[in-house]
């Protein structure tokens, strides 16, 4: 059996590649992380700029009732001063970046007041997040909740 080039050549490249593929994966896992908790600060800040750029303009963002909102009304409604976050949190995310997409799953707890009588309110639930990469940035495409 003779053994030529390139032959030689693929296992080599394909060594060399798997080192550099999940470097490229960490960076990219790393990114959306940032974006994940830029995208809670907002949350919890009712912040409509932050949120605006963080989220795609085909944005499906549904609640754990069902409701689904478009960006322009998620972000109406999460901004509308009506109630405010007294704390929220993001417990144990699990990122897994797929080509240009990230698929984000972790457990919400929060708790928020409502500013006409001051009743608060707790929330616990599972969210499954999908982010794509839009250039250089990661935007939220969709989100989905289920109460626990």
């Not at 409701?67 to 009304?73: G, I, L, N, Q």
């Not at 509308?80 to 990122?95: A, F, H, Q, V």
Request: glycine share 6%; proline share 3%; aromatic share 6%.
């Amino acid at each position: 059996m003779n053994i030529g080039r390139r032959e030689l050549i693929l296992p080599v490249l394909a060594i060399g590649l798997g080192g550099v593929v999940p470097a490229f994966a960490a960076a990219d896992e790393d990114a959306v992380a940032k974006s994940v908790e830029a995208f809670r600060v907002a949350q919890a800040a009712a912040n409509a700029e932050a949120l605006a750029a963080l989220c795609a303009t085909e944005l499906s963002y549904s609640h754990s009732d069902g409701h689904v909102e478009d960006k322009a009304t998620f972000i109406a409604n999460a901004t509308n001063g009506k109630t405010k976050w007294l704390s929220l949190e993001y417990k144990d995310p699990k990122i897994r970046v797929v080509g240009p997409a990230a698929i984000v799953r972790f457990n919400w707890v929060g708790e928020s007041e409502a500013i006409a009588d001051g009743k608060k309110s707790s929330t616990n639930l599972h969210i499954l997040m999908n982010w794509q990469k839009q250039g250089e940035d990661w935007k939220l495409l969709s989100r989905a909740a289920t109460k626990l």
